[in-house]
Structures are given as C-alpha cells and as structure tokens.
C-alpha cells in the first residue's frame, strides 16, 4: 500500500488537538486594524475549531496528524 501524502497547505494552518479535534486560526487580523475594537481584534487571535461539516475533509488532507 503506497503512503499517503499530507496536504502541506493544510498542515500549515490546522493542528490537532488531544481530544482529536482540529484548531484554525480566524480571518480578518491581518490588515486594516484600527477600524476594528480591541475585544474583536482579541477574540479573532484566540482561534476556533473547525466545525463539523468541515472536518472530515481536514482529517483527510492530514492523515497523520
């Protein structure tokens, strides 16, 4: 059975946690941040998960993660 390449565009923006769950980082921190409060630009650098529609396709773009 051939080995299965890792998405690299994947690996380097998701990242697994304990529990087997994927974290992601949040758009819209990276430009233009005055016009936005400083509790918006905080909550956006805390990250989310990944939801559940979506999960499937990230455990299968990282299969050894």
């Known amino acids: 059975m051939p ?4 998405h690299k565009g994947a690996q380097k923006r ?3 946690t304990g529990t087997g ?3 992601r980082g ?3 921190q990276r ?3 005055t016009s936005k409060s ?4 905080r909550q956006l650098d ?3 998960m990944v939801s559940k529609a979506d ?6 773009m990282l299969p050894y993660a």
Not at 3 to 6: A, G, I, V
Not at 38 to 41: A, G, T, V, Y
Request: aromatic share 6%; with cysteine.
């Open 38 to 41: 400083p509790k918006r630009k």
């Open 55 to 60: 999960s499937k396709s990230v455990a299968e």
């Open 21 to 23: 769950k994927f974290k």
């Open 3 to 6: 080995k299965l390449k890792t």
């Open 14 to 16: 998701f990242k697994k």
């Open 31 to 33: 430009h233009i941040l």
């Open 26 to 28: 949040c758009s819209h």
């Open 46 to 48: 805390m990250g989310d």
